[in-house]
């Protein structure tokens, strides 16, 4: 299929690779900095632009991996070439594309994506939309020559998922590099943590995260999260971070939800 990509993010640059590499042609590379389309049109030999004006129709697809405030504008340049648009957005409904044309889907993959780190794309979740059964039926055909892993999820769906995505994934992410700061901070190597976090992931990979909880929450050790605040004594922010943590993980334990 010739693919022509809008954006150069990090989404983007994956999507395009995976296509490519799967066969696909690869048209356009769109960015609103140029230098950025042509880094990434240079690796999928496809031609860089920074003007919708100058898209070319030889195209059978467009992948709009852009910020979500933009897909709107971009979805109404492009609805006048008549071509299938879809986008990888997590948050936005496929009617913000469906407002322009008919020809609209969603083509969203649940993964973090770096462009200094490669993965692969075939391990990838895919979640795909549409609003009729034909163009459902293309887009799955498209999926499964770039992953193994396709569902059918509708706008409602992938809004928990990329919420629950964010808790999952952006969240932890987060709390690593406070305690990658905590350990600076005392001349500490974050390489300390490393097992820890792996051993972690994998339990998780096995088996519920409830069933796998530790630490002094869990325990309901006061002493120990006492001497923790104490610690943090001129970090009121994280200390606050660490109580609302605790009180859910103790909630848990209980077996209630986290607002309960």
């Known amino acids: ?24 042609r690869i048209v356009q590379v769109y ?49 006048a070439h ?41 391990s990838v979740p895919l979640c795909l939309e549409a609003d009729n059964d034909s163009i459902l039926a293309d887009l799955k055909q498209l999926a499964f020559t770039v992953s193994n892993k396709v569902y059918t999820v509708s706008s409602a769906q992938r809004r928990i998922l990329h919420l629950a995505a964010v808790f999952a994934c952006n969240f932890p992410n987060y709390l690593y590099g406070v305690a990658q700061d905590l350990l600076a901070q005392n001349q500490l190597e974050f390489d300390l943590l490393r097992p820890l976090i792996l ?19 869990v325990r309901n050790d006061e002493g120990t999260m006492a001497a923790h605040m104490q610690l943090l004594s001129d970090m009121p922010m994280l200390q606050e971070v660490y109580t ?16 309960e």
Do not use: C
Not at 199 to 217: C, D, H, W
Not at 244 to 259: E, M, R
């Open 1 to 24: 299929m010739n693919i022509t990509i809008i954006g150069s993010g990090n989404v983007a640059t994956h999507m395009a690779a995976a296509f490519k590499n799967a066969g696909h």
């Open 31 to 79: 960015s609103r900095d140029i230098q950025h389309a042509a880094l990434l049109a240079y690796h999928v030999g496809a031609e860089a632009i920074d003007n919708l004006a100058d898209i070319n129709p030889d195209t059978g697809l467009f992948v709009v991996s852009v910020k979500d405030d933009a897909i709107a504008t971009i979805a109404e340049a492009l609805s």
């Open 82 to 122: 008549q071509k299938l648009i879809v986008h990888t957005s997590g948050s936005t409904d496929l009617s913000t594309l469906l407002a322009f044309t008919p020809n609209a889907g969603v083509f969203y993959p649940l993964q973090t994506f770096s462009k200094i780190k490669e993965l692969d794309f075939r």
């Open 199 to 217: 051993e972690t992931a994998q339990k998780v990979l096995e088996q519920e995260p409830r069933n796998v909880q530790t630490g002094p929450a």
């Open 244 to 259: 609302l943590l605790s009180q859910g993980i103790i909630k848990n334990n209980k077996g209630l939800t986290a607002d």
